[in-house]
């Protein structure tokens, strides 16, 4: 799928994004049914441990940009990681470049308020760029947390003219994660490009989720995750068959040695 096959699926059908960071995985997802792949800023937390997002930066993003692009041949969108976009236009270019030049197709951009000029002119250069508004975890510690968005009424208002800012600015689509599902249906019903839910419900045009957490390799227990898999046990059931394996001298057999 490419950025106009995306963008046309509004209303046709829905959308499956999930994150991948690394070759293992892409090799995998290369053989689904998945639309597309987000290198995300959340690589921090789940391949490096760290607390939050905030920590992410381009060189790591862009080095798993290219590990997800060796085996992955679908569209690929890399975030930009914390205050990206409060470089300088040069920096913030080359930012972009570093993602674009590892095998991004996209990038994504949390927020709008004071970045509108930097979307655009992305844009304008022909760089695809995903917006994300809500629960933006590199403003987590504005919101004093991992919270839901939007519950009043003035903050369900500011984000859903964030959106609308977006796709003024030419933003492909919108990401719209951990608000009310009667807002995130109120703002894809309102919007032209398609909306991609995470924590959002089921009326956006699509939804993404992080491998690991639908996969049952976090520990994380959040409400708008559906686990497919536990990949987390079954991994440990492995490792302890093959150290019994080893310690009873079942392994290696003759089919596993050279002669």
């Given at each position: 799928?490419?950025?106009?096959?995306?963008?046309?699926?509004?209303?046709?059908?829905k959308?499956?994004?999930?994150?991948?960071?690394?070759?293992?995985?892409?090799?995998?997802?290369?053989?689904?049914?998945?639309?597309?792949?987000?290198?995300?800023?959340?690589?921090?937390?789940?391949?490096?441990?760290?607390?939050?997002?905030?920590?992410?930066?381009?060189?790591?993003?862009?080095?798993?940009?290219?590990?997800?692009?060796?085996?992955?041949?679908?569209?690929?969108?890399?975030?930009?990681?914390?205050?990206?976009?409060?470089?300088?236009?040069?920096?913030?270019?080359?930012?972009?470049?570093?993602?674009?030049?590892?095998?991004?197709?996209?990038?994504k951009?949390?927020?709008?308020?004071?970045?509108?000029?930097?979307?655009?002119?992305?844009?304008?250069?022909?760089?695809?760029?995903?917006?994300?508004?809500?629960?933006?975890?590199?403003?987590?510690?504005?919101?004093?947390?991992?919270?839901?968005?939007?519950?009043?009424a003035?903050?369900?208002?500011?984000?859903?003219?964030?959106?609308?800012?977006?796709?003024?600015?030419?933003?492909?689509?919108?990401?719209?994660?951990?608000?009310?599902?009667?807002?995130?249906?109120?703002t894809t019903?309102?919007?032209?490009?398609?909306?991609?839910?995470?924590?959002?419900?089921?009326?956006?045009?699509?939804?993404?989720?992080?491998?690991?957490?639908?996969?049952?390799?976090?520990?994380?227990?959040?409400?708008?995750?559906k686990?497919?898999?536990?990949l987390?046990?079954?991994?440990?059931?492995?490792?302890?068959?093959?150290c019994?394996?080893?310690?009873?001298?079942?392994?290696?057999?003759?089919?596993n040695?050279?002669?």
């Amino acid at each position: 799928m490419n950025i106009p096959e995306f963008t046309k699926s509004k209303n046709q059908k829905k959308l499956t994004m999930v994150t991948c960071y690394d070759a293992s995985f892409a090799a995998a997802l290369q053989k689904t049914e998945v639309d597309a792949v987000l290198v995300g800023d959340s690589v921090a937390m789940v391949v490096y441990g760290h607390s939050d997002t905030v920590s992410a930066t381009v060189p790591m993003i862009s080095a798993h940009v290219a590990a997800v692009r060796s085996k992955y041949k679908g569209l690929i969108v890399g975030d930009l990681p914390f205050l990206a976009a409060q470089k300088s236009q040069t920096d913030f270019i080359e930012d972009v470049r570093a993602l674009m030049s590892a095998g991004a197709n996209a990038v994504k951009l949390e927020g709008v308020d004071g970045l509108e000029t930097k979307v655009s002119s992305l844009v304008q250069a022909g760089v695809p760029v995903m917006g994300h508004v809500g629960l933006t975890p590199q403003f987590v510690n504005l919101f004093g947390g991992f919270r839901v968005q939007g519950r009043t009424a003035e903050a369900e208002k500011l984000i859903f003219e964030q959106a609308l800012k977006l796709q003024e600015l030419g933003c492909f689509s919108v990401v719209l994660e951990c608000v009310p599902e009667g807002l995130a249906k109120k703002t894809t019903e309102a919007l032209r490009v398609p909306t991609i839910g995470i924590g959002a419900g089921v009326s956006t045009d699509g939804q993404i989720l992080v491998l690991q957490d639908m996969l049952g390799l976090s520990d994380l227990n959040l409400k708008f995750v559906k686990k497919y898999d536990n990949l987390k046990d079954r991994t440990i059931n492995a490792v302890n068959a093959y150290c019994a394996d080893v310690q009873k001298k079942n392994f290696p057999k003759i089919e596993n040695t050279f002669v």
